[in-house]
């Protein structure tokens, strides 16, 4: 599989709703957000996002091989 570390995802604050962007591998290294709005430490764990990321790549396979 393709290393996504470079990626960059936008994760929105659970607070007020800012968008946070930050790249896969720092988020690797390091899970812990901190929305630069208002401070709030986000509480989704890097698993919850690498298992939403996983999931929409097999979905976007599954459309690829129907085309």
Do not use: Y
């Not at 607070?15 to 946070?20: A, V």
């Not at 390091?30 to 709030?40: F, M, R």
């Amino acid at each position: 599989m393709e290393n996504l570390d470079n990626q960059t995802i936008d994760i929105g604050c659970a607070e007020c709703g800012h968008q946070i962007s930050e790249t896969i591998g720092r988020l690797k290294t390091d899970p812990k957000l901190v929305c630069p709005s208002c401070c709030h430490v986000q509480a989704e764990s890097l698993r919850d996002v690498a298992e939403r990321i996983a999931k929409d790549i097999g979905e976007l396979r599954g459309l690829f091989n129907k085309l």
